[in-house]
C-alpha cells in the first residue's frame, strides 16, 4: 500500500484548504485512513480517521466542527477539509493506512503504531 498526500500550503487564520491522500496497491486490506499532523517541537498527532466500512468519520477534538474528512471511492482519494484555520493547525499532515478501523473497545485507531503505512507529509502553514 502506497500513500501521497498533497495539497498542503500557507493559507491565512480563518481560511480553508483541503488536503487530498491517494492510496494505491492493496486497498481491499484498508480498514481505515487516518490524518496525523506533527507541529514544530511537538509530537505528531492524530487528526481524523474514515473508516473503510461504514464511512465513519472520527475527529480530534481540536479540528471538530472544523475538518471534514471524506473519500471518493472512485479514485482512491481521501480527503480532509479544513476549515476556519487557526495558527495552532500549522503542522506538517500526513496521511496513513491501517488495517482495521475501531478498537476492541470500540474507539477509532488513534495512536500511530494502529497504522501501517504512511504517506509522506504535506506542509500547512496557517500565517497572516
Known amino acids: 500500500v502506497q500513500l501521497q498526500a498533497c495539497g498542503g500550503g500557507l493559507v491565512q487564520p480563518g481560511g480553508s484548504l483541503r488536503l487530498s491522500c491517494t492510496v494505491s496497491?492493496?486497498?481491499?486490506?484498508?480498514?481505515?485512513i487516518g490524518w496525523f499532523r506533527q507541529a514544530p517541537g511537538k509530537e505528531r498527532e492524530w487528526v481524523s480517521l474514515?473508516?473503510?466500512?461504514?464511512?465513519?468519520?472520527y475527529y480530534a477534538n481540536s479540528v471538530k466542527g472544523r475538518f471534514r474528512i471524506s473519500r471518493d471511492n472512485r479514485d482512491n482519494t481521501v480527503y480532509l477539509q479544513m476549515n476556519g484555520l487557526k495558527l495552532e493547525d500549522t503542522a506538517v499532515y500526513y496521511c496513513?493506512?491501517?488495517?482495521?478501523?475501531?478498537?476492541?473497545?470500540?474507539?477509532?485507531?488513534?495512536?500511530?503504531?494502529?497504522?501501517?503505512?504512511w504517506g509522506q507529509g504535506t506542509q500547512l502553514t496557517v500565517s497572516s
Open positions: 474514515i473508516a473503510s466500512s461504514d464511512d465513519g468519520a
Open positions: 496513513a493506512a491501517a488495517g482495521f478501523a475501531y478498537g476492541v473497545n470500540g474507539g477509532p485507531f488513534a495512536r500511530e503504531d494502529e497504522y501501517d503505512y
Open positions: 496497491g492493496y486497498t481491499s486490506d484498508i480498514g481505515a
